[in-house]
């Protein structure tokens, strides 16, 4: 039997079924290949995209052209739907009536050197609510998609509807190969970076041209869309990188050097969730990761100095 959502529209009923066809739309961007895969009639799928439209009031599709494209409504609508039908398939799950299990989300390096601390404190101090941490190529980590329920994130978070908590600052880090000539200096700054290509996540990194002054930008960038990607491509000697000091401790490689950074602001570490009725054990998870940074804070002022990062 499916799922209705009835919603005040003229006395028209909204399902799930469709959100899950909106999003198939969105995902072909073409009606046609969207019914074969629904295997629905191509009539009928326009229909439920138009009750859709008719019940929200707006256009999600623009059909003006041969390959469609989600409007700005659409894209927003996108992104509500895939967590709607997240929240449904998790709590329609058989097994979450045993457990409901926190899902992290991070798109690198989580948190850092205390990332290891933290599970092991969670598993010690919540051992019914399993702690999943989950390594998402996505700027939200799949916050916004419901695909996790809270998520460690670096730089400024655009998304609407996102809560966020400062967790700490990282200073930032030179990223290079081994061999670069850059790697015989014991700190590096911007100017000396502007000379080389700079390899870019695009998908979840922190660093834009936006750091360097308009007038004295470096002149090429390398385009990555995940972690792997640009620490290869560094590796490999193709470009230099710029990441925080949580990197040297997750990823580690003999082709690799860190330098730190002198004249570039620190990036911001927060913790995310959707506002809104979420998973209950969120502020517990909250409050741990600042016990687990406070913790730590304390035993690097009670030893010797950390050293800067190195290869």
Known sequence: MPIRLRLCSGGMTIELRHLRAFLVIAE??????????????????SRTLRQLEDHLGGRLVDRSTHH???????????????????????ALDARSLRSWPLRLGHPWAALGDHTIALLRRWDETHPDVPLHLLRIDDRTAGLTQGRVDAALLRGTV???????????????????????????????TLADLAAHRIALNTVSGTTTMDLW???????????????????????????????????????????????????????????????????PAVPDLLALSREVLADGTAGQRAGSPTPPPVE
């Not at 469609?68 to 398939?89: M, N, P, Q, S």
């Not at 997750?250 to 570490?269: E, G, K, M």
């Open 68 to 90: 469609l494209e989600l409007t700005a409504e659409g894209r927003t609508f996108r992104d509500k739907a895939t967590a709607a039908l997240a929240a449904v398939d998790t």
């Open 158 to 188: 655009p998304a609407a509807g996102l809560r966020t908590e400062l967790l700490v600052s990282e200073e930032r880090v030179a990223v290079m190969s081994a061999d670069s000539p850059l790697a015989a200096l014991p700190q590096v």
């Open 28 to 45: 072909e961007g073409n009606i046609t290949r969207a019914a074969a895969r629904l295997r629905l009639s191509q009539p009928a799928l």
């Open 213 to 279: 002054p308009a007038a004295a930008r470096p002149a090429g960038t390398l385009e990555v869309t995940n972690t792997d990607e640009w620490l290869m491509a560094i590796a490999a000697g193709r470009a230099v990188g710029i990441s925080t000091t949580a990197t040297p401790g997750n990823h580690t490689h003999p082709s690799l050097v860190f330098r730190p950074l002198v004249d570039a602001p620190p990036v911001p570490v927060v913790l995310a969730w959707r506002e809104g009725p979420g998973h």
